[in-house]
């Protein structure tokens, strides 16, 4: 498959790397290797990175047109199904590639390279051009930093329950051939402003608990007081990580009226399939649902309480 992948490198003239909406580092960074790697190998082709929305750490878009997006080689990363691409004319292409980490629920890909062992797309990437088959190319100090930055953020540095020693064996590849300076990146990646902190403990005083499940709801008006946008804010579930007697944890944010929610929970803990119910879904620790009701919501919430004392 990794060959065929390469084939059809070389087949189009044009590429565009596609990532989900509301990218977070794993899509982004996954997004900035395979862009970097094809830039530094391939400069015959004209290749374009898609999207309109932005991560705010680091981020790269071009305008693509209709006509290119329909004559190009589609790559999408870390997006496991279609209308979760920040850019659905990605469908409209000549041919499709799907690279992802996700349990499957949507094959839309011509090629579908998913490995959910994998803790981040970045684990996926350097899987596939680290293998023999590229083996001929060169790798830039920013390919690897890119796709570590990448496995580092959809850890959290290494600490999620998707982590591995495949995944740590990975990042120590990349951190060795391009010479990183961890701390310095971790710095980059993890450190806040004092903004942001003030926010962080603001956002503190709406935690609740209900047994072993602890939770954060924010609606509009909680938005406002914080002074925050919900999508940075549901950024900071992991304030609810690490904590004893808490198997789930959940943040809940209003948008448009509905609510959208985060759900993340310690190992044996399946919440992915609960998540499926309400039209959301994700890896067995790490799952969303966007877009439903409140009464909804607290059906969620009842059922993820009952699976928390299990």
Excluded at 98 to 105: A, M, N, T
Excluded at 110 to 116: G, L
Excluded at 195 to 202: E, L, M, S, W
Aim: with cysteine; proline share 1%; hydrophobic share 40%.
């Amino acid at each position: 498959m990794y060959k065929r992948f390469l084939n059809k490198i070389k087949e189009f003239d044009k590429i565009v790397i596609y990532r989900h909406q509301r990218p977070d580092g794993d899509a982004m960074f996954s997004s900035l290797a395979i862009y970097t790697f094809l830039k530094d190998n391939f400069k015959d082709k004209k290749i374009k990175m898609a999207g309109f929305e932005d991560y705010d750490l680091i981020s790269k878009r071009h305008k693509v047109s209709d006509n290119f997006i329909s004559d190009s080689l589609a790559i999408v990363v870390d997006t496991s199904r279609s209308d979760r691409i920040d850019d659905i004319r990605a469908m409209n292409s000549k041919f499709i590639v799907k690279i992802d980490h996700h349990p499957v629920v949507d094959n839309y890909g011509d090629i579908n390279i998913v490995d959910v062992k994998c803790a981040a797309a970045c684990e996926v990437i350097a899987d596939i051009l680290l293998s023999d088959v590229f083996k001929h190319y060169k790798f830039s100090n920013k390919f690897y930093e890119y796709l570590y930055c990448g496995i580092a953020t959809d850890t959290i540095n290494f600490k999620t329950t998707s982590t591995t020693a495949k995944t740590l064996h990975t990042a120590s590849i990349l951190a060795d051939r391009a010479n990183l300076q961890i701390s310095k990146l971790v710095e980059f990646l993890f450190d806040k402003d004092i903004d942001d902190f003030y926010k962080t403990t603001k956002i503190r005083s709406y935690f609740k608990t209900d047994k072993k499940m602890a939770y954060i709801l924010l609606n509009d008006k909680d938005l406002k007081n914080i002074n925050i946008e919900a999508n940075e804010a549901k950024n900071h579930i992991d304030i609810m990580s690490n904590l004893k007697n808490i198997n789930i944890w959940v943040f809940i944010v209003e948008s448009e009226k509905l609510y959208d929610v985060s759900v993340r929970s310690k190992r044996g803990y399946v919440i992915n399939k609960i998540c499926q119910k309400y039209g959301g879904g994700g890896h067995a620790n790490a799952s969303g649902i966007k877009g439903i009701e409140y009464k909804q919501v607290k059906l969620l919430l009842k059922e993820l309480v009952e699976l928390s004392t299990k």
